[in-house]
């Protein structure tokens, strides 16, 4: 047994060899998120395993990168890393706590094409384990293996893993293979581009990349994982060693079946089982086994490599020739081996994927501790439906829910997988939302699609990062919400109007600011770290300076200036919605003034506030922005602003035109 986050230890240790990360996916079958965005996510971000929301929300920083300016305006966003999890929807519980917006989609196997639809169906199951990793030069390593996204995957499991970096035309494309059919079915957008001199001639030495999408080419370039282990050889026996923790019911069927495809060859079969209670295998006895292993067509094994105490599970699957070995996904079972994946429908396929190299060593170093299988090396039925696999119902809706941050924008596609299920019957709970949305289709229609703009910035979906679909017969589903332009996710704020003014007066960037913490909306169930911060504080808290006329004056003046220094509208829109202290920040903070005591002093401030607003929208190019600049000003309508003691408090109506004319304020 390895120790403990090994995986982690070697995924580091990949990292070391490429330079800053642009793109890393991974899949999986299943999916934990807490143990992913603590132990994996920070291993990819090279960060400390964080304690609390705000070091996730550092992690999510490091994910969105920084705007970099160009002398002649332009702008482009720089250290960004694009994350992406695959998982089977039925396999992950999104009640998870989602920390980060990293993008995780839940896979209805069903709905995958890649030239295999005809065998894909609702006993699918979407089975690979893979991690791509590629950097801003376009160098990238592939990694596969038997490891799920989980801590018993990662830590407690005996497992196979291996990473191999990308040397060759046809790993590129059986990478694009894989993962084409993936990003078609969830609307990804996302394109991955490599060296341009990578060779394009096959050696025997290349290691190949080996999955579900992937046919036999008549050029030899791609093959199935049966074709490259028992397809041509000069061997008049062929020798195949298996690792698998399952095995199918019928197993003596399914050897047999094996055989066929070996043919002309007489295959031998050597298995590695997992033992349960190190003595029984997770299937049952069958008397058709006998004449297998009378002839030693079929023999038993131990695993060379002894089991750490701490090890309930050898879920490693290793498959080895005398020339090549796969490490991968696969279970010796029909639909893990991919046996029927040309059959047309025959029998069950599971979508799988691993990576098949050169073997290096002889099959007899592995093969040192014979096991002498009897009927008691076997389960009961009993036992066995125990140990069986439980896998939840697919969703009846295919339900995919983007937000757009710089929009404030859901995105809502459904797709009805179940004909009989009426539209009525199905609502959509999504945060910050009051109500649910209800489906209004006509009943033959399959897709329902709509947007929904929400009027204010989000909270809820700051911390809550999952829809929930509700039928009227009670069931309810859950997934995860995937979110763009998460860049434009204002996380920072100040405590008051005062700190944001003391900090543009002093000349403070905003951005970083000490000043400045983790907004209320996600600090707000963080106990752990809110008594952290309290317990400490240890100097008593100094008291902000009394907002003045010139202090006023004078902190919208410097963020004015800020404003003229920027070259671009992405750093402008920072400025606006994004950085601790930005317009729309300060405009809620104003308000909340006025609410409190509309005197002369904040309707001054308000006044000084539209206008850094208009002179914020000058600076802008983009009419969009433009737009929303726009909805951060006071309007004349507001309650706040047309209350009757506040003009009163002003002065006449003449002295109010008077102050108009002079300080180009737009309303009174």
């Known amino acids: 047994m390895t120790k403990s986050f090994k995986l982690a230890e070697e995924l580091a240790k990949q990292l070391q060899s490429l330079g800053h990360i642009k793109h890393a996916w991974f899949t999986t079958f299943n999916l934990n998120m807490d143990f992913f965005e603590r132990h994996v996510l920070s291993t990819l971000l090279q960060m400390d395993k964080p304690r609390s929301r705000i070091d996730f929300e550092l992690m999510q920083q490091k994910l969105n990168g920084s705007i970099k300016e160009g002398r002649k305006g332009n702008a482009n966003i720089t250290a960004n890393m694009d994350v992406k999890v695959f998982a089977d929807q039925r396999m992950y519980d999104a009640s998870d706590l989602k920390r980060t917006a990293i993008e995780v989609y839940g896979v209805n196997p069903a709905l995958l094409d890649g030239g295999r639809k005809k065998v894909l169906n609702n006993s699918t199951l979407f089975h690979p384990k893979v991690i791509f990793l590629q950097d801003e030069e376009g160098k990238a390593i592939l990694g596969a293996g038997s490891a799920n996204l989980t801590l018993s995957g990662w830590s407690t499991n005996q497992e196979v893993f291996t990473f191999q970096c990308i040397e060759c035309q046809h790993q590129v494309e059986a990478i694009r293979a894989f993962f084409k059919p993936l990003f078609e079915a969830n609307q990804v957008e996302t394109k991955i581009s490599f060296p341009r001199n990578l060779r394009s001639e096959i050696t025997p030495s290349d290691w190949c990349f080996v999955h579900t999408f992937i046919k036999n080419s008549s050029d030899g370039k791609h093959k199935t994982l049966l074709s490259h282990l028992l397809g041509h050889s000069d061997e008049a026996a062929r020798d195949l060693v298996v690792w698998s923790p399952y095995f199918p019911s019928d197993l003596a069927g399914f050897i047999q079946r094996l055989k066929s495809v070996a043919l002309p060859h007489q295959l031998k079969l050597h298995l590695v089982p997992d033992l349960v209670e190190n003595q029984r295998m997770r299937t049952q006895w069958s008397e058709d086994l006998l004449p297998l292993l009378s002839d030693e067509s079929v023999r038993f094994y131990r695993s060379p490599i002894a089991k750490d105490e701490r090890s309930e599970l050898c879920h490693a699957k290793v498959w080895m020739t005398?020339?090549?070995?796969?490490?991968?996904?696969?279970?010796?079972?029909?639909?893990?081996?991919?046996?029927?994946?040309?059959?047309?429908?025959?029998?069950?396929?599971?979508?799988?994927?691993?990576?098949?190299?050169?073997?290096?060593?002889?099959?007899?170093?592995?093969?040192?501790?014979?096991?002498?299988?009897?009927?008691?090396?076997?389960?009961?039925?009993?036992?066995?439906?125990?140990?069986?696999?439980?896998?939840?119902?697919?969703?009846?809706?295919?339900?995919?829910?983007?937000?757009?941050?710089?929009?404030?924008?859901?995105?809502?596609?459904?797709?009805?997988?179940?004909?009989?299920?009426?539209?009525?019957?199905?609502?959509?709970?999504?945060?910050?939302?009051?109500?649910?949305?209800?489906?209004?289709?006509?009943?033959?229609?399959?897709?329902?699609?709509?947007?929904?703009?929400?009027?204010?910035?989000?909270?809820?979906?700051?911390?809550?990062?999952?829809?929930?679909?509700?039928?009227?017969?009670?069931?309810?589903?859950?997934?995860?919400?995937?979110?763009?332009?998460?860049?434009?996710?204002?996380?920072?704020?100040?405590?008051?109007?005062?700190?944001?003014?003391?900090?543009?007066?002093?000349?403070?960037?905003?951005?970083?600011?000490?000043?400045?913490?983790?907004?209320?909306?996600?600090?707000?169930?963080?106990?752990?770290?809110?008594?952290?911060?309290?317990?400490?504080?240890?100097?008593?808290?100094?008291?902000?300076?009394?907002?003045?006329?010139?202090?006023?004056?004078?902190?919208?003046?410097?963020?004015?200036?800020?404003?003229?220094?920027?070259?671009?509208?992405?750093?402008?829109?920072?400025?606006?919605?994004?950085?601790?202290?930005?317009?729309?920040?300060?405009?809620?903070?104003?308000?909340?003034?006025?609410?409190?005591?509309?005197?002369?002093?904040?309707?001054?401030?308000?006044?000084?506030?539209?206008?850094?607003?208009?002179?914020?929208?000058?600076?802008?190019?983009?009419?969009?922005?433009?737009?929303?600049?726009?909805?951060?000003?006071?309007?004349?309508?507001?309650?706040?602003?047309?209350?009757?003691?506040?003009?009163?408090?002003?002065?006449?109506?003449?002295?109010?035109?008077?102050?108009?004319?002079?300080?180009?304020?737009?309303?009174?």
């Not at 911060?533 to 009394?546: D, F, M, N, R, V």
């Not at 400025?575 to 601790?580: G, H, I, K, M, S």
């Not at 929303?628 to 309007?635: E, N, Q």
Request: charged residues 25%; negative net charge.
């Open 322 to 668: 005398n020339d090549k070995l796969a490490i991968g996904s696969w279970n010796f079972t029909t639909p893990g081996s991919n046996l029927d994946v040309d059959s047309k429908g025959a029998g069950p396929v599971n979508i799988e994927a691993g990576i098949i190299l050169a073997n290096q060593q002889s099959i007899k170093t592995v093969l040192t501790q014979s096991l002498s299988i009897t009927e008691d090396n076997f389960m009961q039925s009993k036992e066995l439906s125990q140990h069986a696999l439980e896998v939840a119902e697919l969703m009846p809706v295919e339900t995919r829910v983007v937000f757009d941050w710089q929009t404030l924008t859901y995105h809502i596609e459904l797709l009805k997988i179940d004909d009989d299920l009426a539209w009525q019957s199905v609502e959509l709970h999504l945060p910050d939302l009051d109500a649910p949305l209800h489906v209004v289709q006509a009943a033959s229609e399959t897709v329902y699609a709509t947007t929904h703009k929400l009027p204010q910035e989000p909270q809820a979906l700051l911390v809550n990062h999952a829809y929930e679909l509700v039928l009227t017969n009670g069931l309810r589903y859950r997934g995860f919400i995937v979110e763009h332009n998460s860049m434009m996710r204002r996380v920072e704020e100040f405590e008051s109007l005062d700190d944001i003014f003391n900090s543009l007066i002093e000349g403070r960037s905003l951005e970083s600011n000490p000043n400045a913490s983790l907004r209320s909306a996600i600090l707000g169930n963080d106990h752990d770290w809110l008594d952290e911060q309290e317990a400490g504080s240890l100097s008593e808290p100094h008291p902000s300076p009394t907002l003045s006329y010139f202090r006023m004056f004078q902190a919208m003046d410097s963020f004015e200036q800020r404003i003229q220094t920027l070259k671009s509208d992405r750093m402008i829109e920072q400025y606006a919605f994004v950085v601790p202290g930005c317009l729309l920040e300060m405009g809620l903070k104003i308000r909340h003034e006025l609410t409190e005591n509309a005197n002369v002093f904040n309707w001054y401030m308000k006044q000084e506030f539209n206008l850094l607003v208009d002179q914020v929208k000058k600076n802008a190019n983009d009419p969009d922005l433009k737009a929303r600049l726009s909805d951060l000003r006071f309007k004349s309508k507001d309650s706040v602003i047309r209350a009757k003691e506040l003009q009163n408090s002003i002065g006449s109506g003449q002295y109010r035109s008077l102050i108009k004319g002079k300080c180009n304020y737009v309303s009174i």
